[in-house]
């Protein structure tokens, strides 16, 4: 076979003529945002042009709508650590939703410090990143506020810093959720396990919970720790010898998965002589030999929505923040006493 009889790759102008349609239409179907691709043509020709394109297996070249978009089409992700489930499924949200708009993404870890901060955004910068999505913002907001004065266009998600746009879990209701449910099983001697104190997510959660009980004339006690299962497992320990309460809030699931072991590790029955809740609700909650009464938090849904936030600032747009709503799952670490 020769080469001039092999199969030529399918151009836009092919499909064009293929659709009865411009050019400048089907450009803007294939390769435009969903809003550019409504107003260019009826969803009856739309359909009709996007058929053609599968029929034809046209392959767009993302290097040549670089060059006419002046955009990479390319998103970075900084997170603390991609093997937290929660900031993992959070980025597939940010992937799902970069993909509908013709994005790709990559991730990378800063492990929240803010020199690995400074040197991962500069490593994305020098990608081309068209913009950023930080997961990792210290509530100070110190290193955001340095990126929005050099106009990078990013968004912030599950924790906030500095006014600027964020999708995050409604942090501070869910902490008030615990602490009704708390009352309402008729704790009154109860601790938190704060989590990091440059966190948001740690910060707003346990002064949800604090505010309720002060709202009832009493006191908790808190006690900062990592968000994971050894620094849960330590905090609980302390609390479970200095304060004895009758029940505990760990603002992560990690840590409350350390504070039942602690639990345990006293002689004591958790969800019978210590309630224990955790936040997030992730899927190990349900499954764990006591499960764990949990706050379920929107994480996919706060990636992706981050996600369309970036891209209305990429269309020089300014977004509002948005605080997703949760849920208390209530299981038996916080059976009755």
Not at 20 to 39: C, F, H, I
Not at 47 to 57: F, G, K, P, S, T
Not at 236 to 258: C, M, R, S
Not at 274 to 281: I, K, M, Q
């Amino acid at each position: 076979m020769g080469r001039e009889d092999r199969k030529r790759p399918a151009t836009l102008r092919t499909i064009a003529q293929s659709a009865g349609v411009d050019v400048s239409t089907v450009s803007r179907v294939l390769n435009g945002s969903p809003e550019d691709a409504a107003r260019a043509a009826s969803r009856e020709t739309a359909d009709a042009i996007r058929e053609w394109a599968a029929r034809l297996d046209y392959r767009p070249n993302p290097h040549a709508k670089s060059l006419r978009t002046q955009r990479s089409n390319l998103v970075g992700v900084l997170v603390p650590r991609l093997s937290d489930v929660v900031l993992a499924t959070i980025y597939e949200g940010i992937e799902d939703a970069a993909a509908r708009h013709g994005f790709a993404t990559f991730v990378m870890n800063s492990h929240d410090r803010p020199d690995e901060q400074r040197a991962r955004t500069e490593l994305a910068l020098s990608r081309r990143v068209d913009g950023l999505v930080f997961g990792d913002a210290h509530h100070d907001g110190g290193f955001v506020d340095e990126i929005a004065q050099r106009r990078i266009p990013f968004v912030l998600v599950s924790r906030h810093a500095g006014g600027h746009p964020s999708v995050t879990c409604d942090d501070y209701r869910g902490g008030r959720l615990v602490a009704a449910h708390f009352l309402e099983r008729g704790h009154r001697r109860t601790a938190v396990i704060a989590g990091e104190p440059f966190a948001s997510t740690g910060i707003d959660r346990t002064a949800g919970f604090v505010d309720r009980y002060r709202e009832e004339g009493l006191d908790v006690a808190t006690v900062h720790s990592r968000f994971d299962t050894a620094g849960g497992h330590q905090a609980a320990e302390q609390l479970l010898t200095e304060v004895e309460p009758t029940a505990i809030f760990a603002v992560n699931d990690f840590a409350a998965i350390g504070a039942l072991g602690a639990v345990r590790d006293a002689r004591l029955r958790p969800g019978a002589d210590v309630a224990v809740a955790g936040f997030n609700d992730t899927p190990l909650a349900a499954e764990l030999p006591v499960p764990l009464t949990s706050v379920r938090s929107p994480m996919h849904e706060m990636g992706r929505r981050a996600l369309e936030l970036l891209m209305t600032v990429l269309d020089g747009g300014t977004p509002e923040s948005q605080r997703l709503e949760p849920e208390l799952i209530v299981r038996a670490s916080t059976a009755r006493p």
